[in-house]
């Protein structure tokens, strides 16, 4: 069997006025993350891992954010996008890990249904899907509010 791993990161001003969506669910906060499409972080860096785990680019290639095709996207949607191209490359996902970094709002009690979205769109168990979150102790534009993060690494197997 062939296994390839990837890992991805990605970045976001947090601003008033825009709706926070991170792994696929809306957040209640004062603040979202800004960006071109839905800017959900932890879709973006799984997206990313995903691309490059195949050497097949990242997020900017397949989905610009020059393109009004892909102004306020849903990241889900995205996301499911790249699961067909991991498909036609005969890869299917084994497992995905994730670290979303930012200071506020707590998403503990979010986090298990992120879980079920991510796994329902990438067709694995919520069990082979985690995500952690952590802060940065108040440092750096994360710390101070102003920003949002993630990371994520990912297990793809040639089926």
Known sequence: MSYRI????DFHQLKKGRELWIGGVNIPF???ADGHSDA???LHAICDALLGALALGDIGI???????????IRSTILLQRTIELIKQKGYSVVNIDSTICLQKPKIKEHTSKMRKVIADIVNIS?????????????????GKGKGIMAYA?????KI
Do not use: Q, R, Y
Not at 6 to 9: A, F, L, N
Not at 62 to 72: A, I, L, R, Y
Not at 153 to 157: R, S, V
């Open 40 to 42: 959900d972080v932890l």
């Open 153 to 157: 690494t990912i297990l793809l197997m």
């Open 30 to 32: 004062e603040k979202g």
């Open 126 to 142: 919520e069990d082979d899907v985690s995500i952690k979150a952590t802060t940065t102790e108040e440092m750096g534009f994360v």
């Open 62 to 72: 397949h989905f610009p954010n020059t393109s009004e095709e892909f102004k306020d």
């Open 6 to 9: 990837g890992s991805g990161v």
